[in-house]
């Protein structure tokens, strides 16, 4: 694989005694989009919550383009270019739509960009519905528009790896068709892109590896196309879809 972007190595991770990661190790490559599954509880917001900082690791390294920064803060994990879109989307819900870009925005790292710098006007370029809701409370937005703030805010703070946790999740499907659209086109722009879903068929278009996650363990490495050529039981892993 070329330049490795986010790698997590040999992790273990704790919620208090509750032992909820073990020995998960993998690696996204740099410009592309690892898609993370497992069904509910198998430990995919885990990874993202230790990858983006907000649960060090008990054992194990997290990695960003190289760099050990296993335990480290979340803004100090932000500022070496990581950004997550949590699942449940997490805005700032009494703050405006052009509010919730703002207090997120960060410049990027010298250099460290292939795309041009995210600012409120190029997610609007991207999101045009935010820019007509631009000084609406973000409460009043649907669904939909709450997800594409959330993905807008992550981009204001310029990330090189893009954490994106279930953005599919209580959308009807022509909104999920929609914000794939723009996952695809994110990817295209260069970002490194993890898209952690349960639903292996959104998945399977857009990612270039996959890896499935069972009760807190690795259970597969592969490729969309290796995993359709080989016939792997999904069902095993991933209940019925
Ligand atoms: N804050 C927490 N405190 C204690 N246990 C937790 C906490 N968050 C998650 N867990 C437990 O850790 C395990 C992994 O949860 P996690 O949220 O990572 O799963 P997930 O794969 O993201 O599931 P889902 O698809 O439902 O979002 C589950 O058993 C869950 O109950
Ligand atoms: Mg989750």
């Avoid at 995210?118 to 709450?146: D, N």
Wanted: proline fraction near 5%.
């Amino acid at each position: 694989m070329a330049t490795s972007a986010l790698s997590l190595e040999q992790v273990d991770a704790y919620y208090g005694d509750s032992h909820v990661l073990a020995d998960v190790s993998f690696e996204l490559g740099e410009a592309r989009m690892l898609g993370l599954l497992g069904r509910n509880g198998a430990g995919k917001s885990t990874c993202m919550n230790v990858a983006m900082g907000l649960l060090p690791p008990r054992r194990g390294q997290v990695r960003v383009f190289g760099k050990p920064v296993g335990g480290l803060s979340p803004e100090l994990i932000a500022a070496s270019g990581v950004a997550l879109v949590p699942q449940g989307r997490r805005i700032f819900k009494s703050l405006t739509v052009r509010e919730n870009l703002i207090v997120a925005a960060r410049k990027p790292e010298a250099g460290a960009s292939r795309h041009a710098p995210w600012t409120e006007e190029t997610v609007f370029g991207i999101f045009p519905r935010l820019k007509e809701r631009s000084s609406q409370i973000a409460a009043h937005l649907s669904g939909g528009e709450q997800q594409m703030l959330a993905i807008g805010r992550a981009l204001m703070g310029n990330p090189r790896v893009l954490l994106m946790d279930e953005p599919s999740e209580g959308l009807a499907p022509q909104i999920v068709a929609e914000v794939m659209t723009t996952i695809r086109k994110l990817k295209e722009s260069g970002l490194s892109i993890v898209l952690v879903e349960q639903n292996p068929k959104l998945v399977f278009d857009v990612a270039d590896d996959i890896v499935i996650l069972n009760t807190g363990r690795v259970a597969v490495v592969s490729t969309p196309a290796d995993l359709n050529k080989d016939g792997v039981d999904l069902r095993q892993h991933l209940g019925v879809f």
